[in-house]
C-alpha cells in the first residue's frame, strides 16, 4: 500500500477550535476556545508530590558507560538526592542575587542539582558541555560565567571537565565535582553534598518559592554572537509544561516513558527532561547522538526502550530510517509504540517524510503523525504552536465568540 493511501494512527489531542479577533490593523488574535487548565507553579513541590504517590517508580535512568545496563533512580531517590542538595546550599548561603552554574551533560545527578537549586531559592544555569570539552580557549565558557556570576559551579566529572574550569576565572565560585583533588581551585566533593540531612528548611523554603522570581538562566545558542542568558521563571516553566502535557501529553506519553537524547542546556531538552519528572514518567537518558559512530548507540536503546515520542532532528531522522531499513525487529519495535515524531531545528526534507511514512505503512499499516513547533525556544519550548505535516492543509477552525 502506497503511503498516502493509509490512515494515520489515532492520537489524542484537544479542540484546534481558536476565537480570532481581527484587528484594524491587520493582525489576527488567535486564543485557544478550551482554556489552560489549572497548574502548579512550583517544580520542586511537583517532585515532591510525585514522590509521595509513587516513591518507587522509576523517575530517571541511565548508561554510566555506553556498554553497562541501565542504571533507575526512583522518585524518591531523586527526591532524597535534590533536598540535600538543597540543605546544603541553604547551608552554604545560597541566595537568589547569585546562581549554580552546571557543566555536565545529561545525567541523574544532573537532575538532582537542578531540582536541588530550584528548592533552595537559587537560580540555576545549565551550560552545554560543549563549551567545556571542545578546548580552544573556552571562550564561551569564560562568556557565560561573567554573564551569571555563579557562586556554585556543579562540573559533574573532574576529569574531564576540570581542564576547563581551571583554565577559565571562575570567580570566587565554590566548584562541586566527584573527585575535587583533581582541580586546582577551591572544591568540593559531590558525596559530601549527597550526604547532607536535611532539615525542616528545605520543606519551607519549597512553599516560599515566589513563582515570578528568577528560577533558570537559559543560555540562548550564540548562533548569531555570544550566548544570552534568558531568565526564566517558575511560573513561565510551569505554564508551558502544563499546555505541552495537555495538548501532547496524552498522545506522546510523558506519563509512561520517554527516551531521549537532547541536551537539557537547551530548551527543548530542558523541558522533555521536566515535562517527564512532573507529570510521573519514567526518563530514560539516550547517550546517543545523531552523528556516525554515536547513533548506534540510539539504536541501541530504542530496541530496548521504545517511547510514544520520538523527537531528532532531520539528519538524525535521515539515520534512523537507514536503521529501520536495515533492521526489521527494531523496525516492528519503533512503529509498533511510537504515536508522535517530532522534529526542530531544520526542514524535514519531504522525501525523507514519505521514506519514513512508507516504512510504517509497510511494517504497520498506518500514517505516524508528524509535528514540528515555533517558537522563541529559549524563553520558551516552542509554546506548543504544532504544525502538522498531513496531505492535505488543515482548515480553519473557530468556535463562537
Known amino acids: 500500500m502506497r503511503f498516502d493511501e493509509a490512515p494515520f ?14 484587528r484594524t490593523d491587520g493582525v489576527l488574535i488567535l486564543d ?3 482554556p489552560l487548565r489549572p497548574y502548579l507553579a512550583n517544580l520542586p513541590l511537583e517532585l515532591a508530590q510525585w514522590a509521595e504517590r509513587g516513591p518507587d517508580k522509576i523517575c530517571l535512568a541511565q548508561r554510566p558507560t555506553p556498554e553497562s545496563d541501565w542504571i533507575r533512580c526512583s522518585y524518591a531517590a531523586v527526591k532524597r538526592d535534590a533536598d540535600a542538595v538543597a540543605q546544603w546550599l541553604l547551608d552554604h548561603g545560597a541566595e537568589r542575587e547569585r546562581c549554580l552554574l552546571i557543566l555536565s551533560g545529561n545525567s541523574i545527578l544532573h537532575a538532582a542539582f537542578k531540582f536541588g537549586t530550584m528548592a533552595a531559592r537559587t537560580p540555576v544555569c545549565p551550560v552545554s558541555a560543549n563549551y567545556s570539552l571542545l578546548g580552544g580557549d573556552y571562550g564561551r565558557l569564560r562568556h557565560a560565567i561573567s554573564l551569571v556570576r555563579p557562586a556554585f559551579i556543579f562540573a559533574e566529572q573532574a576529569q574531564r571537565f576540570g581542564p576547563a574550569v581551571d583554565a577559565v576565572d571562575t570567580g570566587d565560585a565554590l566548584i562541586i565535582t566527584d573527585h575535587p583533588q583533581l582541580l586546582k581551585k577551591r572544591a568540593v566533593a559531590i558525596e559530601d553534598v549527597l550526604s547532607t540531612t536535611p532539615g525542616p528548611a528545605v520543606a519551607a523554603s519549597i512553599e516560599a518559592i515566589d513563582a ?6 537559559m543560555l540562548t545558542s550564540g548562533s548569531t554572537g555570544l550566548p544570552k542568558a534568558v531568565v526564566q521563571s517558575q511560573r513561565m516553566i510551569a505554564a508551558n509544561l502544563a499546555q505541552g502535557r495537555q495538548v501532547l501529553g496524552a498522545t506522546a506519553g510523558w506519563s509512561e516513558t520517554m527516551l531521549d537524547w537532547l541536551p537539557w542546556s537547551h530548551a527543548s531538552g530542558a523541558y522533555t527532561q521536566l515535562g517527564a519528572v512532573t507529570s510521573g514518567g519514567a526518563l530514560y537518558i539516550d547517550d546517543g547522538l545523531p552523528t556516525p559512530g554515536l547513533f548506534e548507540r540510539s539504536v541501541r536503546n530504542l530496541k530496548e526502550i521504545t517511547p510514544r515520542l520520538f523527537v531528532n532532528v532531520p539528519v538524525g531522522y535521515a539515520m534512523l530510517a537507514d536503521a529501520l531499513e536495515a533492521d526489521r525487529e527494531l523496525r516492528q519495535r519503533f512503529f509498533d509504540h511510537v504515536q508522535l515524531m517530532l522534529y526542530g531545528g531544520a526542514a524535514l526534507p519531504r522525501p525523507l517524510y514519505e521514506r519514513i511514512q512508507q516504512l510504517a505503512v509497510d511494517t504497520v499499516g498506518e500514517r505516524i503523525l508528524f509535528t514540528t513547533g515555533f517558537g522563541a525556544t529559549e524563553t520558551s519550548s ?5 504544525y502538522f505535516q498531513t496531505e492535505e492543509p488543515a482548515s480553519a477552525c473557530q468556535c463562537p465568540a
Do not use: L, Q, W
Open 9 to 22: 494512527r489515532k492520537t489524542a489531542f484537544p479542540s484546534c477550535e481558536m476565537r480570532i479577533t481581527h
Open 32 to 34: 485557544p476556545c478550551e
Open 382 to 386: 516552542g509554546c506548543m504552536a504544532i
Open 212 to 217: 515570578d522570581d528568577a528560577s533558570v538562566y
